[in-house]
């Protein structure tokens, strides 16, 4: 709020896209230097030509978009250094918000704060808003506002979401390092592969011409016996040079297909799952998947944030991929503007099928190589997935292997606005042929949930027994060894109440435990979560420090 009202002050909300137009070359540079992330650039050039917010900035972009296009000259001290207590310039009091917010709430490492720091960082920080503008008054309300375990759960996911977006741009940056060194190696063996055809092409010819010369009087006496055997290798040669030809058309009608490498997404997903849970899931998709008699082509599997959708899409992708059934998988991301948008979705599954199934690639290279109409960017997406899938699997014979395609966070394909995904999913999925099945997992929004009614979704529900059992034992294969025997169950049964049926929770619960607490007693305990005042503290400090941050 103080943030977003200063820079407000610099540039008005009627004149922001305006204003950032202007400074697009400054901008730009931040983003190449990775001083902005593409989730930031795009808030500030929204894709589609919408209106830039500042509603939409967190206190990272508001500080960076202040620091560089506002024209404020650094405090003595620096942007990235906590200023001396004597200057209390506007500038010094930006800089101390950045210095309380890494410090106190980015990169915090705890999950507790004692009362006399609370205090002490509560007065600092308080100083500063008020002489930014924010009204004594909000402070004091955010100081009683009554917090419980709820928020610090909220507090969790919003940790966990932070290190996945870090580890994500990391991810990012690697990638974009591995498609260059790929890219560089496809032109060499290009390369390596013409100069190898006009090898061939010369080794041809010269057989083709000795053959001749040391067979050329049989050949004149057999009269048409010669001239047949000169067809015959030129015919191979055209052969040979009409292969290559086709497969480098196939290659650059491919190359036209957005397509995601999901392999990441699966492993560090699938890395966090225990053995012996979510055994009924599984139990249903494989029953599902090889009953060629069900009428749904669609599985849906629906829970709330945290119950570990993402792991449960990871592990059956994993089996699938062994069994050699795995058709393709995509896992939508909010934050990830390629991740969420339906039709790079839909290409990038279309050109994984093409991995593993030659026909369809033939029929779909057909299907591509003709006239549309229209580019594929640029078509809606129930016709895309009309042109990738509905056309192309028509023409194939009946598989007698079942293929999955496994597509993760349907409530996170929301695009501009728009969730064109789930109208296709719940419209068009159910005539596609009876070997091609779709796994579909999302949170149960109201939207959703009337628009997939009929395809009958499995729940996550954090209270049933199957998920209070799955839990407890995530709890005990990963930390019965820290515990007593004589209070094992009683250390459990504690940690499983204090899950409330969430795995995730219950995941980071116990990694902390692992890594903070060499051994567990019942006295402990309670340490691990912060209750009653020490709570409310943190979670205080918290909003105070992230108020231009809206916690979910």
């Excluded at 004589?486 to 049926?501: C, D, N, P, Y």
Aim: with cysteine; proline share 4%.
């Amino acid at each position: 709020m103080v943030l977003r009202n200063i820079f407000d002050g610099y540039h008005p909300p009627a004149n922001l896209q305006a204003k950032l137009n202007v400074n697009y070359g400054t901008l730009n540079n931040l983003l190449r230097r990775r001083a902005l992330c593409q989730p930031q650039w795009d808030l500030l050039f929204p894709p589609g030509r919408a209106t830039p917010d500042s509603n939409t900035f967190d206190i990272t972009l508001l500080f960076r978009l202040l620091t560089n296009i506002c024209g404020l000259p650094p405090p003595p001290s620096g942007w990235h250094t906590k200023p001396s207590a004597s200057d209390t310039s506007v500038e010094a009091n930006l800089a101390r918000i950045k210095f309380f917010r890494n410090e106190v709430y980015g990169h915090v490492t705890t999950t507790g704060i004692d009362t006399p720091t609370f205090s002490a960082l509560w007065q600092e920080i308080s100083s500063v808003l008020v002489a930014l503008g924010l009204p004594q008054a909000e402070i004091d309300r955010l100081k009683a506002e009554h917090c419980g375990e709820e928020d610090f759960l909220n507090v969790l996911f919003e940790w966990a979401e932070s290190e996945e977006d870090i580890k994500s741009q990391l991810r990012d940056i690697r990638q974009d390092l591995t498609k260059t060194g790929e890219t560089v190696a496809e032109v060499r063996q290009t390369l390596l592969d013409v100069k190898e055809m006009v090898e061939d092409v010369h080794n041809l010819q010269s057989v083709a011409v000795t053959s001749y010369t040391i067979d050329e009087k049989r050949q004149t006496q057999l009269g048409d016996g010669g001239t047949v055997r000169d067809n015959k290798v030129d015919t191979k040669l055209q052969e040979d040079v009409e292969v290559q030809i086709e497969k480098n058309r196939e290659n650059e009608i491919l190359k036209k297909l957005a397509k995601i490498e999901t392999l990441k997404n699966v492993r560090n997903h699938a890395d966090r799952y225990v053995d012996g849970t979510r055994l009924s899931f599984f139990s249903a998709v494989n029953s599902w998947l090889n009953d060629r008699s069900s009428p749904n082509r669609v599985m849906v599997i629906s829970g709330n944030a945290g119950m570990g959708k993402s792991v449960l899409s990871a592990v059956i992708c994993e089996k699938m991929q062994d069994a050699g059934q795995l058709g393709g998988s995509h896992f939508c991301q909010h934050d990830r503007a390629r991740h969420r948008n339906p039709k790079v979705m839909l290409q990038s599954l279309a050109s994984q099928l093409c991995d593993i199934l030659p026909e369809y690639k033939k029929a779909l290279m057909e299907k591509l190589s003709r006239n549309l109409g229209v580019e594929i960017n640029n078509m809606e997406v129930k016709d895309l997935f009309e042109v990738l899938f509905e056309e192309p699997l028509s023409i194939l014979n009946d598989s007698s292997l079942a293929y999955l395609i496994v597509i993760d966070g349907l409530d996170e394909s929301e695009y501009q606005g728009r969730n064109e995904l789930l109208d296709v999913i719940a419209n068009y999925f159910q005539g596609l042929p009876l070997w091609i099945r779709f796994l579909v997992t999302t949170r149960p929004e109201i939207k959703i949930a009337e628009n997939l009614k009929n395809l009958h979704p499995l729940q996550l529900d954090p209270n049933v027994e199957e998920n209070v059992k799955d839990i407890y034992l995530c709890f005990d294969k990963q930390i019965s060894h820290l515990l007593q025997s004589e209070h094992q169950e009683i250390v459990l049964r504690a940690l499983v109440e204090k899950s409330e049926g969430v795995m995730l929770y219950a995941h980071y619960l116990a990694d902390f435990i692992k890594k903070e607490m060499p051994v567990l007693t019942p006295e402990l305990l309670d340490s691990i979560l912060p209750s009653g005042s020490s709570l409310k503290s943190e979670k205080s400090i918290l909003q105070l420090v992230g108020i231009s941050r809206r916690i979910r």
